[in-house]
């Protein structure tokens, strides 16, 4: 069974509840989500692989760890999960990113596919896989299916607010990939959406409602 990570430094949970607010434009919904995003990081991140290097410090010479980088994929799913990808940037820079594209039809729900471009060799990299939302977890386990078609191995999900719902879905239908979030809330409503939640995440990240 995977398990679930739920990150909840005072710092993650504070700008988490300024996004939450539905006063929060999309200017300082985005920059928050980019901040969380790299404090999460820190807990995703903290088995990525290393290497040893031979360096010099003004003193002596040493052996040294140094990231792995270029181990790494990010693939954010489109578009919500685009506003997650910069803050992970920012520790790993030589990530690269892969992106897929899914969106929710509004009455029955199920994740519709209209774009994937990996990195070519994404099946030799860890993976994480961007998504403020894990509602259903439709979305998020098509996206995991289609990463393992092409041969990844190591994944892990990292999500912002989590529906029990989507939780347990992921939990069943992907038992190797670890769940990271900042919060599992309370259910989902009719149409959907995470309650609390912060309403549509993409909407708020790019201004389009
Ligand atoms: C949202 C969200 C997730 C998905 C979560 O995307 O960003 O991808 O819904 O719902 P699920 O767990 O029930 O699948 P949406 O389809 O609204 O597309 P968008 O990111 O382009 O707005
Ligand atoms: N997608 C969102 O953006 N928000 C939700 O609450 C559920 C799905």
């Known amino acids: 069974m995977s398990q679930v990570h739920v990150i909840d430094h005072p710092m993650i949970q504070h700008k988490l509840t300024i996004m939450r607010n539905k006063e929060t434009g999309s200017k300082d919904f985005r920059q928050l989500l ?3 995003s790299l404090l999460m990081g820190y807990e995703v991140t903290r088995d990525i692989p290393l290497e040893e290097v031979e360096i010099e410090t003004p003193i002596c010479k040493m052996t ?3 990231v792995l980088g270029r181990k790494l994929a990010i693939v954010p799913i489109l578009r919500a999960g685009m506003g997650m990808v910069e803050g992970l940037h920012t520790l790993v820079p030589v990530a690269k990113v892969g992106h897929i594209g899914l969106y929710r039809n509004e009455e ?3 994740p519709v596919v209209y774009f994937c471009k990996l990195p070519e060799d994404i099946q030799d990299r860890m993976v994480i ?3 403020p939302m894990l509602a259903t977890g439709g979305s998020s386990c ?3 299916s289609m990463l393992k078609e092409r041969g990844c191995k190591n994944i892990r999900l990292m999500c912002l607010v989590a529906a029990p719902e989507g939780v347990a879905r992921v939990q069943k239908e992907h038992p190797d990939v ?3 979030v900042a919060a599992v809330d309370d259910h989902l409503n009719e149409d959907a959406y995470i309650v ?3 309403g549509d995440a993409g909407d708020r990240i790019f201004g389009t409602k």
């Open 178 to 180: 670890d769940i990271f």
């Open 108 to 110: 029955t729900h199920e």
């Open 34 to 36: 980019e901040e969380i």
């Open 196 to 198: 609390p939640g912060l």
């Open 129 to 131: 896989v961007t998504d």
């Open 142 to 144: 098509d996206a995991l």
């Open 64 to 66: 040294a760890k140094r």
